[in-house]
């Protein structure tokens, strides 16, 4: 076996490395901003809103990602009247739509799990709706969703090897690179996939350490 | 204060309340009595709309809440409610519980809101604990920071809904002390209670409902003593 094949890449799998986090982050930031109005159109009273937002997550959730990957890129920019569009702006886009629709889920059940008696406490005051959500229900429900949060943030960075099906050249896409000039598969993905596992663990450990701390919280009354 | 006309509520096919009228006078400290089930707790949540009236109307203060063009946010800031299980918002302090909806509902500078807060936790005894979590007080005292949030609204009329049912019976009598002192200086109050011993020292009528309906009313002297319909008969036996 011969690693040192591998490591003369170093520059090019750190640079995958880097762009495979500013994906997640990118994706995970927008998809929270996403994911909060798509679970309060889901949740609300007036139906066609909530039915738009359930079509969306249904389709985000229930087909595979690598699909809606080559849909946006390849099936869309003719559509729209382009040639193409750049592969970070629909790696960026895809990634984002498709992790809102499951945080949209995380954060209607955060919201669901609240007490009811707490929204009628704070309309029981005189609050509007969107005032209790704010100040009284989203706060508590917030805190409740850090840790599914932080779960789908690892499975985000895992998923975002996707979008080397595009050329996007993040870290899976890096490998691929170190394959196909060394020929040397075994070497190069186990220490891909080594990179990765670095990252999942060490985001994980910060998971449960946030578990603990806002684990052992009010019991919703 | 309170006007009700014919009152009824439905949830599907169980008819809860089946025609409720009466009337609350200003001032006045009304305790409704009753076994479960017989639509209290509902009648009470109809009155600031917590629960959707099927038909029959409601006045209060003038203002038709019962009517849908009504903001009835405008009247819930005048009409104080207080739960069985005191739903205090656990992710504020005690001080921030009182001084939320002042601030956001009535516009009251943070300042302004913590000065009223704080006076309103010394009136209920609570004025050391206005920096603790609820998670971090008893049962009692979070009833009683309950009453303080919603006095801090200043409303004209007050409702509870069993408000010590949920306590320990060493608890029960500091939170009704703090609503005695609120009957004595003149609130408006209406309250479903348990507790006889309080509704026969404080209240100025007692209503019996059962099934739905009020089955009989009156001064604590007359209810008590002379209770005219067989169903309150047989009710106040097994329980006094």
């Known amino acids: 076996m011969r690693f040192d094949d591998v490591f003369k890449y170093l520059p090019l799998l750190l640079q995958g490395t880097k762009i495979t986090i500013q994906l997640t982050v990118v994706a995970v930031g927008c998809g929270t901003v996403i994911g909060l109005f798509v679970s309060l159109m889901r949740l609300s009273r007036f139906r066609p809103l909530s039915l738009i937002a359930r079509c969306y997550t249904d389709f985000f959730r229930g087909t595979p990602l690598l699909t809606q990957i080559l849909l946006f890129h390849y099936g869309i920019p003719p559509i729209l009247g382009f040639n193409s569009f750049p592969a970070y702006i629909s790696a960026s886009i895809t990634l984002s739509l498709n992790s809102g629709a499951y945080i949209a889920e995380i954060f209607r059940a955060g919201i669901q799990s609240i007490h009811r008696g707490q929204m009628e406490a704070a309309r029981s005051l005189g609050m509007t709706y969107g005032q209790a959500m704010r100040y009284i229900i989203l706060p508590q429900a917030f805190k409740r969703s850090i840790p599914p949060l932080g779960n789908e943030f690892i499975a985000m960075l895992k998923d975002s090897s996707l979008v080397s099906v595009i050329s996007m050249p993040e870290l899976m896409m890096s490998g691929k690179i170190i394959v196909g000039r060394e020929y040397n598969a075994f070497e190069t993905f186990i220490v891909v996939a080594f990179i990765y596992l670095i990252m999942t663990t060490t985001i994980s450990q910060f998971v449960s350490y946030l578990e603990r701390v806002f684990g052992k919280d009010d019991h919703g009354e | ?240």
């Open chain 2, 1 to 240: 204060m309170i006007t009700v006309n014919n009152l009824t509520k439905r949830f599907g096919k169980l008819e809860v309340l089946r025609g409720i009228s009466c009337h609350v006078a200003q001032k006045e400290v009304v305790v409704i009595i009753g076994p479960s089930g017989s639509g209290k707790s509902t009648f009470l949540r109809c009155l600031n709309r917590l629960e959707e009236a099927t038909s029959g109307e409601i006045i209060i203060d003038g203002i038709t809440v019962t009517d849908h063009k009504v903001d009835i946010n405008l009247v819930r800031q005048e009409v104080g409610m207080v739960f069985q299980r005191f739903n205090l918002f656990p992710h504020m302090t005690a001080l921030q519980n009182v001084a939320l909806a002042p601030m956001k509902v009535r516009k009251y500078s943070k300042k302004d809101a913590e000065v009223l807060a704080m006076s309103l936790l010394t009136r209920v005894g609570l004025a050391d604990k206005a920096h603790q979590y609820p998670e971090k007080l008893s049962g009692g005292q979070q009833q009683r920071v309950a009453i303080a949030r919603a006095l801090a609204m200043r409303p004209k009329i007050m409702l509870f809904d069993e408000p010590t049912s949920a306590l320990d019976p060493e608890m029960v009598g500091e939170v009704l002390d703090v609503m005695r002192s609120l009957a004595l200086e003149g609130m408006t109050m209406v309250i479903v209670s348990h507790e006889m011993g309080f509704a026969r020292e404080v209240s100025d009528r007692i209503m019996f409902m059962d099934d739905g309906l009020i089955l009989e009313e009156g001064t604590p002297e007359e209810f008590f003593q002379n209770p005219q319909n067989p169903r309150t008969q047989s009710f106040l036996s097994k329980i006094l």
